[in-house]
Nanobody
Framework: QVQLVESGGGLVQAGGSLRLSCAASGRTFSGYGMGWFRQAPGKEREFVAAITWTGGNTYYSDSVKGRFAISRDNAKNTVNLRMNNLTPEDTAVYYC????????????????WGQGTQVTVSS
């Protein structure tokens, strides 16, 4: 089992920034691809960003590309999502995700989920 705990969500004005963090614990974190998904009210959960185990490759949805940046620190078992130039359309619950052997690019491929953290962007 891998436990994922997100933090850093909150309320921010449009144009502002937030940094989400996800701390992993439990069995070895080694080899896991990590990612972030989000779910807005009344919508399906959607992919936001992902990063490979080595951090050598990152992936973003078109809606956040150029504004969000995913990173990880394997020594600390953490993965972060820096979100800049936020808009009300970014309002959602953000979930950390872990996948054995490869980045989690789809919800169906995720092995572990965090409990989620709320991000609200006011206009």
């Amino acid at each position: 089992q891998v436990q994922l705990v997100e933090s850093g969500g909150g309320l921010v004005q449009a144009g502002g920034s937030l940094r989400l963090s996800c701390a992993a614990s439990g069995r070895t974190f080694s080899g896991y691809g990590m990612g972030w998904f989000r779910q807005a009210p009344g919508k399906e959960r959607e992919f936001v960003a992902a990063i490979t185990w080595t951090g050598g490759n990152t992936y973003y949805s078109d809606s956040v590309k150029g504004r969000f940046a995913i990173s990880r620190d394997n020594a600390k078992n953490t993965v972060n999502l820096r979100m800049n130039n936020l808009t009300p359309e970014d309002t959602a619950v953000y979930y950390c995700a872990a996948k054995r052997r490869g980045p989690p690019l789809g919800g169906g491929a995720v092995d572990y989920w965090g409990q989620g953290t709320q991000v609200t962007v006011s206009s």
